[in-house]
């Protein structure tokens, strides 16, 4: 046992080692990225378990994706073995789906409620929204669901929310009201929404103290990655759990990037005040990253205030310089990362060369990915979006996985509405509603209403077509006890007319429809080999919380693209920063968000310092929003990075792009000013001037907003004097205008960045 435990120390570092052999009520870890955090948290765990400090049963650790999760307890079994089975390794909404499916009862629900995701929400409050006419309020499901959230998120429920309502407001009224009759619905479904599975846990312990207690017995041990993450709810649940328990939370304060969904920092800088007595230690040592990257980073986020100052070091050597590229355009910064990825690749690397599963490609919001995804289809690159649009929130999974959901929940109206006529079955929209108001007045179900159809006064047909519905229903939920859970999901489709509809049909979307059924079958069938026990609710339950990082899959040689949110906690041998550009990142709604600037420079410092050895910063000159083209400004925060760090590449360079007059010349059309006088061109190391110019640009996204200019306004630049205005077109933040000037001609220029001022 003594070889054991010193295996799982061996090759740590002091404080890594304390860390992982400390015994005590409290232990926090703080740290920087790649400093072994991680790491460490699964050392200490399978330390605990070969000390017999704790049998698996007692271990309670939390990971923030389910990968993180999967990650974890194959790294403990590799230290272990099958010791390791047993131990709660889940994600917060996992171990209180665990929770919740035990104890729901207590709470008015049956055991085999729906999960609701965010677009299940959506639909409820879009209704409710049209039902109470609070669209009059300019009210949006997205909206009044970010709303909704903010309370749960703070452990507010319907009733608290109405209480604190300003009376005189309309807008927080009609809120209020639309909170309490959604929690009317999800609990009428049987159901609960991604918030509610951590807040009603909160709500069962502090209502059952008998639950609470049986839970504190069982935890001896509960660890957290990621705790600078957590939000008031989460931080109310690890409290009322570890109140007997040693509790060990690891995380990092700069690397803190869900303040927008309640995230709040203050839960890891006062660690040391909620659990007094607890044990603090840093760790120092960066084993990630090359220093030139980690300089970067450290650089960066040294412009945050209010931030202990962080000494993070590491042995890997100055490695290569950080690569960066300014296109012309998305599609052109898009090419420079096909190019290099395909160099990186390339076996002429010899040793060198990268998988393309060790590459990824970070961007702000989803939308960018179009332009990448077009270029890496025509460059041949295996590629693989991790979240964006996800593939359970595709049309034809959500009806197919809305048939399984309301045969295993038959209390959920929601799913039994969504698939009554899908595929077309001839009960329209009015008969529907017929049903459901029916269903309303006498306190049944839409499901139970369907077996009293000769109550409703339908002609034969849709009486016909109801009773059809009813026994194909009937029958495919009699499957459940006995039946694989691919067997009822192709019975499912088979029996629904769900596949022949597709097949039948001509748009050729349907073909990836049927494609992406396919798919969903294989995930069963999968499922179904790892769970052998497994019948379709538990196949539910994994479904409803497949977190945007579990799509990776690394054994599948592609490359990754994903949002900087997702990229947290993971690591890349080559890493792509893209569309580094004010507006992008930091992001446009950040402006206008207090603590929204040094939100997003903790965005950039995680993604700077996922790369192990190649980091490539990018941006582009143009970029398309809401399908219009609008001149792009560099980000404020490249600026932070020492030049001497990064390497700029020439734009457009060996791939028979324009030259550096025609580059000079987009860049002015722009409002960049001119790149003459520079050695490296725009793409280049930039000059004083040109920095001034980028700080010009840079300044006058402030200065220019609402300022609409007209034919015949005499203006000045920054670079090309004074002008005169000859056309404009479009408006507001897009308007743009031709501007003659004397010295250099006539240039068309964006009006809210432009270095323009009117005289
Ligand atoms: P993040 O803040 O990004 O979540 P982290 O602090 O959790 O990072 P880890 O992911 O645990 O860091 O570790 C970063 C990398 O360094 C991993 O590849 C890990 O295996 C490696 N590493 C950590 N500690 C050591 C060590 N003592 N010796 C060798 N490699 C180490
Ligand atoms: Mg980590």
Redesign the pocket.
């Known amino acids: 046992a003594a070889d054991a435990t010193a295996g799982l120390v061996e090759?740590?570092?002091p404080q890594?080692r304390e860390a992982v052999e400390y015994r005590g009520p409290a232990l926090l870890i703080v740290?920087?990225?790649?400093?072994?955090?991680?790491?460490?948290?699964?050392h200490r765990i399978a330390h605990l378990l070969a000390t017999k400090d704790a049998w698996p049963s007692q271990i309670l650790a939390i990971t923030f994706t389910n990968k993180a999760a999967a990650e974890m307890r194959e790294r403990v079994r590799y230290l272990l073995g099958e010791a390791a089975d047993g131990m709660w390794l889940k994600t917060f909404h996992s171990a209180c789906v665990m929770i919740l499916r035990r104890e729901s009862g207590r709470l008015g629900h049956d055991s085999n409620f729906t999960i609701y995701d965010s677009g299940d929400s959506r639909a409820i409050l879009k209704r409710l929204i049209k039902e109470l006419g609070a669209d009059i309020h300019k009210l949006t499901p997205a909206g009044v669901g970010a709303a909704i959230s903010n309370a749960k998120n703070e452990l507010a429920d319907a009733e608290s929310y109405a209480r604190n309502v300003d009376q005189n407001d309309p807008v927080a009224r009609m809120i209020s009201e639309i909170f309490s009759r959604y929690q009317y619905e999800l609990r009428k479904n049987n159901a609960f929404d991604f918030d509610d599975l951590i807040g009603e846990t909160v709500h069962l312990f502090r209502a059952f103290p008998e639950v609470l207690a049986q839970y504190q017995q069982k935890f001896k041990h509960i660890l957290v990655?990621?705790y600078q993450d957590t939000n008031h709810a989460q931080y109310a649940l690890i409290r009322e759990l570890a109140k007997t328990a040693s509790l060990t939370v690891?995380g990092?304060s700069d690397?803190s990037i869900y303040a927008f969904r309640g995230a709040d920092i203050r839960n890891i800088t006062e660690f040391e005040k909620d659990f007094p007595g607890a044990k603090t230690i840093l760790?120092e040592?960066?084993?990630?990253s090359t220093q030139n990257i980690l300089s970067a980073a450290n650089a960066v986020i040294s412009n945050n205030f209010d931030r202990p100052a962080k000494n993070l070091w590491t042995a890997a050597g100055d490695g290569d310089k950080i690569v960066g590229y300014t296109g012309y355009s998305s599609h052109d910064e898009a090419q420079f990362i096909a190019d290099e990825i395909n160099k990186l690749h390339s076996k002429s690397q010899g040793d060198d060369a990268i998988a393309f599963r060790d590459i990824a490609v970070f961007y702000r919001t989803n939308s960018q990915t179009r332009a990448l995804e077009d270029i890496f289809i025509r460059s041949g690159i295996p590629y693989r979006v991790v979240g964006g649009t996800k593939f359970y929130e595709r049309q034809e999974i959500k009806d197919a996985m809305a048939y399984l959901v309301a045969i295993a929940n038959t209390r959920d109206d929601l799913a039994t509405r969504r698939i009554l006529n899908v595929p077309k079955r001839g009960i329209g929209d009015a008969s529907e509603t017929q049903i459901a108001s029916y269903a309303e007045k006498n306190n049944l179900s839409v499901r139970q209403v369907l077996s009293h159809v000769s109550d409703l006064g339908f002609g034969p047909k849709i009486t016909g077509a109801i009773n059809q519905f009813a026994e194909l229903m009937d029958n495919l939920e009699a499957m459940i006890p006995n039946e694989n859970v691919d067997v009822i999901l192709r019975a499912v489709l088979d029996r629904t007319g769900l596949l022949e509809s597709l097949r039948n049909s001509k748009d050729p979307q349907d073909e990836a429809r049927v494609e992406n059924l396919e798919e969903l079958v294989s995930v069963a069938r999968e499922f179904q080999r790892n769970n052998p026990e497994g019948r379709l609710p538990d196949f539910l339950n994994e479904v409803a919380l497949v977190a945007a990082a579990d799509e990776l899959d690394d054994e599948s040689g592609t490359v990754s693209l994903m949002t900087l949110h997702t990229a947290?906690?993971?690591?890349y041998e080559a890493v792509f920063l893209t569309g580094i550009e004010e507006g992008l990142l930091p992001h446009r709604m950040s402006f206008i968000t207090p603590g929204g600037m040094a939100e997003e420079r903790r965005l950039f410092y995680?993604g700077i310092?996922?790369a192990?050895k190649k980091l490539h910063l990018s941006l582009a000159m143009t970029r398309t929003t809401f399908g219009e083209s609008e001149s792009a400004t560099p980000s404020r925060y490249l600026q932070e990075i020492p030049s001497d760090l990064i390497d700029w590449r020439e734009s457009g360079s060996g791939r028979g792009m324009p030259t550096t007059r025609y580059r000079a010349s987009i860049a002015d059309d722009q409002g960049y000013g001119s790149s003459e006088g520079s050695s490296g061109g725009y793409g280049g190391t930039p000059s004083t001037k040109e920095k001034k110019v980028w700080s010009g640009a840079i300044s006058s996204v402030r200065n220019n907003e609402g300022l609409q200019l007209e034919v015949g306004d005499m203006i000045e630049h920054s670079d090309f004097g004074k002008g005169k205005v000859i056309a404009t077109a479009g408006e507001g933040a897009r308007q743009t205008a031709e501007i003659h000037f004397g010295s250099v001609g006539t240039k068309r220029l964006l009006v809210k960045v432009a270095p323009i001022s009117k005289l």
């Open positions: 090759g740590l570092n890594q740290a920087g990225a790649g400093s072994g955090k991680t790491r460490v948290l699964t990655d990621e690891v990092d690397q760790l040592q960066n084993y990630r947290k906690g993971l690591e995680v310092t996922r192990r």
